[in-house]
């Protein structure tokens, strides 16, 4: 069982910037592909990053492209989501997901392991 905790969530204004990290608590975790996703009061859990097991490769939503950076740390067992030129729209509940199985994806229900979230909100 891989437990993640997510931090780095707040209140920011529009234009700011947030880091927003993941913690595993399993040594596995670097041979897992990990996602970022959001979801928004009302809508559904949406896609907006992914990394490899590795590391080498990334993955963005389009909404994120250009402003968001994923990151991950296997010898710290961390992955991280750098938010740049933030956006009142990106204000939603960010999760963390691990894939156990596979490579990356942009359907939640195809992760196994999710964190409680972290809140960030982008005020105008």
């Known amino acids: 069982q891989v437990q993640l905790v997510e931090s780095g969530g707040g209140l920011v204004q529009a234009g700011g910037s947030l880091r927003l990290s993941c913690a595993a608590s399993?040594?596995?975790?670097?041979?897992?592909?990990m996602g970022w996703f959001r979801q928004a009061p009302g809508k559904e859990r949406e896609f907006v990053a992914a990394?490899?097991?590795?590391?080498?490769?990334?993955y963005y939503a389009d909404s994120a492209k250009g402003r968001f950076t994923i990151s991950r740390d296997n010898a710290k067992n961390m992955v991280y989501l750098q938010m740049n030129s933030l956006k009142p729209e990106d204000t939603a509940v960010y999760y963390c997901?691990?894939?156990?199985?596979?490579?990356?994806?942009?359907?939640?229900?195809?992760?196994?392991?999710w964190g409680q979230g972290t809140q960030v909100t982008v005020s105008s």
């Open positions: 399993e040594r596995t975790f670097s041979r897992y592909n």
């Open positions: 990394i490899s097991w590795g590391g080498t490769s990334t």
């Open positions: 997901a691990a894939r156990t199985v596979g490579s990356w994806s942009l359907r939640p229900h195809e992760y196994d392991y």
